[in-house]
C-alpha cells in the first residue's frame, strides 16, 4: 500500500492510466507507470524500484526484494495465501537459491501440508545440491 499514490486517467490523443508511485511502499517502487486504456500498452519507462531505473537493474532489485521479503514473511503469507497462491509460493521459493531454509520453516510450521512442501524442497535441493 502506498498511502501517497495517485491514479489518473489522461484522455488525450494517446488515452492511458497513470499510477504514480511515491516510493512509500513495501515493494520501493517509485515513479509512474502507464497503462493504455484501449491498446494495453504497459509502459514503465520513469518506474524507479530501489532507486535504479526499471530499464537498468530496477526490474531486477525488486524481484531480488520480493525474494527477501518472502522468505522473511513466509509463515504469514503461506497461512493467508489460498491453495492456488500456496502452490506458487513453494515454486517460487523452490526457484530461490536461497529458499531452502524457508522451505525447511514451512514443513515446521505446517505439517499439514507437508506433500507439497517437501516436494517443493526436493525441487529446490536438486536444482541447488550441497556443493
Not at 501517497?4 to 494517446?14: C, N, P, Y
Not at 531480488?64 to 500456496?86: I, M, Y
Not at 531454509?101 to 550441497?130: C, M, T, V, Y
Request: hydrophobic share 35%.
Amino acid at each position: 500500500m502506498d498511502p501517497e499514490s495517485r491514479l489518473t486517467l489522461t484522455w488525450s490523443k494517446q488515452k492511458t492510466w497513470n499510477l504514480h508511485l511515491s516510493g512509500l511502499n513495501d515493494c520501493g517502487l517509485s515513479g509512474t507507470i502507464r497503462l493504455g486504456v484501449f491498446d494495453g500498452n504497459v509502459d514503465v519507462a520513469d518506474l524507479l524500484s530501489s532507486g535504479l531505473a526499471w530499464s537498468k537493474g530496477g526490474r531486477q532489485a525488486y524481484i531480488q526484494l520480493l525474494a527477501n521479503q518472502l522468505r522473511t514473511n513466509v509463515g504469514p503469507r503461506f497461512r493467508e495465501a489460498t491453495p492456488d497462491q500456496r502452490i506458487l509460493l513453494l515454486k517460487r521459493l523452490s526457484e530461490d537459491p536461497q529458499g531452502g531454509q524457508a522451505l525447511e520453516k514451512l514443513g515446521a510450521l505446517f505439517p499439514s501440508e507437508a506433500k507439497d512442501i517437501n516436494q517443493a524442497h526436493r525441487r529446490w535441493r536438486s536444482r541447488f545440491p550441497a556443493e
